[in-house]
């Protein structure tokens, strides 16, 4: 049966020895009064355990039961309440949070990973405080003083949970097409009227009061993108003394019923003329949900992380103990033996390894740009950090949730019949994690995303940047045992260059070029990033390890997909493009 153990070995190897965060924390005078190595170990260890011991039993039972609707009431599995009630005693709702409202002010390259070990334990539980955390760090953002005050410190505690609501039955991605109305009610209030639809965390029975961050238009707003406005809406009206008061003309509507997260309430919201305050200016509320958009973009990447690291830990303990054919390297006089000595189980079980583990490290990276740019002592530090968060994102989002399907699936295979069959949970987590390629924009709007807004819109300069930052890692290889593997390097990056300045040219012609390439050319950033990752870890690991092993087998099996996505790239969009509509 599934047991999820959470990887502290691996994830300080990362942050202390790879990656020296605590060097970092220690430059950030934010964080060195907050933080040390051994702290931050600590907080590790706890939220494995809350993890291990609280959460993760919670999944497959939650699964079965799903989350409940009933005339407007929505309850959440049994033992979620007590779990999120732990999660919040134990501060993790509060973790990255700002401190003048009773936040912890921990940094994101620490939260990343007690995110993963959440994701990992149980994906429909995490998703609730993963919204609420979202919220909080668009309202400390954009709110005014008086909002902050009000809000964020029962958002921190847990006492009250956030939410997104963005899309509307008619309106997915393309938000200009919105029609929820805020109208002015002459006190600095508005009232907001209108459905909002795929609403995670939208209502629920852990916490007293939820807090949402709806999108809507003002009378007289400008059409489409330009005039939407970010409103706070709580479901009960907020008193002077920061309790909750009478209902707020918000309710549920309906649950969502979906292929996988069943424990986490997605849910139809109607606001009817509910009471609302405006977060930022007026016009510009797509520009502050984009602060919330963007954190919840890693934090769903960061589910398809765990996801796969769940079904990698499933399929490993179940391939050491099922006895199953001959090892055909070894006279032994078993009937059968572990089916973890076949080359192909074997294969399966390093690509969810060698993918996992990198992804991991991209986790940590990722954090620490966007603690630098949070941090940084120089404008000028910052603005490097910026750009390489605005880069990366929508890989992170994307990747992380491609592989992270692939993992659960290659996981399923390990078992083979069994893997089909609920009760060993690997169904259940391709279930859960297929969500993450769709929900936060799909993975062609990311890739999307990059092509057009962080390379294209730019001349390449931002992924210029990082790509010498690779090289000079692939390059400092030169003359020790790594050499080799920094050659291989070195190589992929020089194919991502030209690719990156091929494209652009190409895109100066034709839209449809970008629109064709998009998806492949993601996957080229996302493997040359692994690469990247592998070669910094494998500088820290002792060779013959398997931590050593996995990295050499990522270079030799995996990172060589760039090729044949390379290829598909310089076919064009002629093939894509020259079938008309009708003959689909």
């Known amino acids: 049966m599934p047991s999820y153990q959470a990887p502290l070995q691996d994830m300080e190897f990362l942050l202390f020895d790879v990656f020296e965060a605590q060097q970092h924390w220690g430059c950030w005078p934010q964080v060195s009064g907050l933080l040390d190595e051994d702290t931050a170990r600590a907080m590790l260890a706890e939220a494995g355990k809350l993890a291990v011991a609280t959460i993760a039993p919670l999944n497959r039972s939650g699964d079965e039961e799903g989350a409940q609707w009933d005339a407007?009431?929505?309850?959440?599995?049994?033992?979620?309440?007590?779990?999120?009630?732990?999660?919040?005693?134990?501060?993790?709702?509060?973790?990255?949070?700002?401190?003048?409202?009773?936040?912890?002010?921990?940094?994101?390259?620490?939260?990343?990973?007690?995110?993963?070990?959440?994701?990992?334990?149980?994906?429909?539980?995490?998703?609730?405080?993963?919204?609420?955390?979202?919220?909080?760090?668009?309202?400390?953002?954009?709110?005014?003083?008086?909002?902050?005050?009000?809000?964020?410190?029962?958002?921190?505690?847990?006492?009250?949970?956030?939410t997104m609501c963005l899309t509307e039955p008619h309106a997915g991605s393309d938000l200009g097409l919105i029609r929820t109305k805020a109208e002015p009610l002459g006190d600095g209030s508005y009232a907001v009227t209108g459905t909002k639809i795929f609403i995670t965390g939208g209502d629920h029975d852990m916490a007293e009061n939820i807090v949402h961050l709806v999108l809507a238009k003002l009378p007289d707003a400008p059409g489409g993108s330009r005039g939407i406005s970010l409103f706070l809406v709580p479901k009960y009206e907020v008193l002077e003394d920061g309790s909750s008061g009478s209902a707020n003309g918000v309710s549920c509507g309906s649950l969502e019923h979906k292929m996988g997260i069943k424990g986490s309430a997605t849910c139809v919201m109607n606001f009817d003329r509910a009471r609302g305050f405006l977060v930022g200016e007026i016009n510009r509320g797509l520009q502050c949900m984009f602060t919330m958009m963007n954190c919840e973009r890693l934090s769903i990447g960061i589910q398809g992380l765990g996801c796969g690291d769940a079904s990698y830990q499933n399929a490993r303990d179940y391939a050491r103990e099922r006895l199953q054919g001959r090892?055909?390297?070894?006279?032994?006089?078993?009937?059968?033996?572990?089916?973890?000595?076949?080359?192909?189980?074997?294969?399966?079980?390093?690509?969810?390894?060698?993918?996992?583990?990198?992804?991991?490290?991209?986790?940590?990276?990722?954090?620490?740009?966007?603690?630098?740019?949070?941090?940084?002592?120089?404008?000028?530090?910052?603005?490097?950090?910026?750009?390489?968060?605005?880069?990366?994102?929508?890989?992170?989002?994307?990747?992380?949730?491609?592989?992270?399907?692939?993992?659960?699936?290659?996981?399923?295979?390990?078992?083979g019949g069994h893997g089909y069959i609920r009760e060993w949970g690997q169904e259940q987590l391709v279930r859960d994690v297929r969500i993450a390629q769709i929900y936060?924009?799909?993975?062609g709007i990311q890739a999307m995303d990059l092509v057009q807004r962080k390379v294209f819109a730019n001349g390449g300069e931002w992924m210029e940047a990082y790509l010498e930052e690779i090289r000079h890692c692939a390059l400092s290889a030169q003359g020790g045992e790594l050499e080799d593997l920094g050659r291989a390097l070195a190589t992929r990056v020089e194919q991502l260059q030209q690719l990156t300045r091929t494209l652009i040219q190409s895109g100066e012609q034709s839209a449809l070029e970008l629109g064709a390439a998009a998806c492949d050319y993601l996957h080229v950033v996302?493997?040359?990033?692994?690469?990247?990752?592998?070669?910094?870890?494998?500088?820290?690991?002792?060779?013959?390890?398997?931590?050593?092993?996995?990295?050499?087998?990522?270079?030799?099996?995996?990172?060589?997909?760039?090729?044949?996505?390379?290829?598909?790239?310089?076919?064009?969009?002629?093939?894509?493009?020259?079938?008309?509509?009708?003959?689909?």
């Open 72 to 162: 407007g009431r929505v309850t959440t599995p049994k033992g979620f309440a007590e779990a999120y009630r732990a999660f919040c005693e134990a501060g993790f709702a509060a973790l990255t949070g700002n401190p003048a409202y009773g936040g912890l002010g921990m940094p994101k390259s620490l939260s990343v990973l007690v995110d993963e070990m959440m994701y990992a334990a149980n994906s429909a539980f995490n998703l609730y405080p993963a919204l609420s955390a979202g919220a909080c760090l668009a309202l400390d953002a954009h709110g005014s003083g008086q909002l902050k005050q009000r809000f964020l410190p029962n958002l921190y505690s847990g006492k009250w949970s956030g």
């Open 327 to 415: 090892d055909a390297q070894a006279a032994s006089s078993a009937v059968a033996d572990p089916i973890i000595v076949h080359p192909d189980v074997r294969r399966m079980l390093l690509n969810m390894k060698a993918l996992t583990e990198a992804g991991r490290a991209f986790a940590v990276y990722l954090g620490l740009q966007l603690d630098q740019s949070k941090f940084g002592q120089t404008d000028a530090e910052k603005a490097v950090a910026d750009a390489r968060v605005a880069l990366l994102t929508p890989v992170a989002k994307a990747f992380f949730t491609d592989m992270g399907l692939d993992c659960t699936v290659l996981g399923q295979q390990v078992f």
């Open 440 to 443: 936060e924009g799909t993975n």
């Open 526 to 584: 996302g493997y040359v990033s692994y690469g990247y990752m592998w070669l910094r870890m494998l500088g820290r690991a002792d060779m013959g390890s398997a931590k050593y092993k996995t990295g050499v087998y990522f270079f030799n099996r995996i990172l060589p997909r760039v090729d044949s996505l390379i290829a598909a790239i310089e076919s064009g969009s002629d093939d894509l493009m020259s079938i008309p509509a009708e003959a689909f």
